[in-house]
Nanobody, 125 residues
């Protein structure tokens, strides 16, 4: 069974940093593009960042470019998101997700087939 478990979320002040992690199991982790999505109350779940199988290609939604960094450690079946210069609008439940296929630049919900339970990030003064 595919299992994705996020951790590391919590409260943060604007301008500060926070990192979240995702532990993956039940599939060949290194064979798939992975991504982070987020969902704020009342909003649709949205793409945040994606990373190719080897980690050579990383891509982000415009609102987090220059602030967030996605990475992975295939030896540990782990996915990470380093979030710097946090803003209140970054407040959301953050999910890691496994892509359905082998391509990169997947940005839509339909292109991912497994999801973690989410970890809450709350940015406020």
């Amino acid at each position: 069974q595919v299992l994705l478990v996020e951790s590391g979320g919590g409260p943060a002040q604007p301008g500060r940093s926070l990192s979240v992690s995702c532990a993956a199991s039940g599939f060949s982790f290194s064979n798939y593009t992975m991504a982070w999505f987020r969902q704020a109350p009342g909003n649709e779940r949205e793409f945040v960042a994606g990373i190719s199988r080897s980690g050579g290609t990383r891509y982000y939604t415009d609102s987090v470019k220059g602030r967030f960094t996605i990475s992975r450690d295939n030896a540990k079946n782990a996915l990470y998101l380093q979030m710097n210069t946090l803003k209140p609008e970054d407040t959301a439940l953050y999910y890691c997700a496994k892509a359905r296929g082998l391509m990169v630049y997947y940005r839509t919900l339909e292109q991912y087939d497994y999801w973690g339970q989410g970890t809450q990030v709350t940015v406020s003064s």
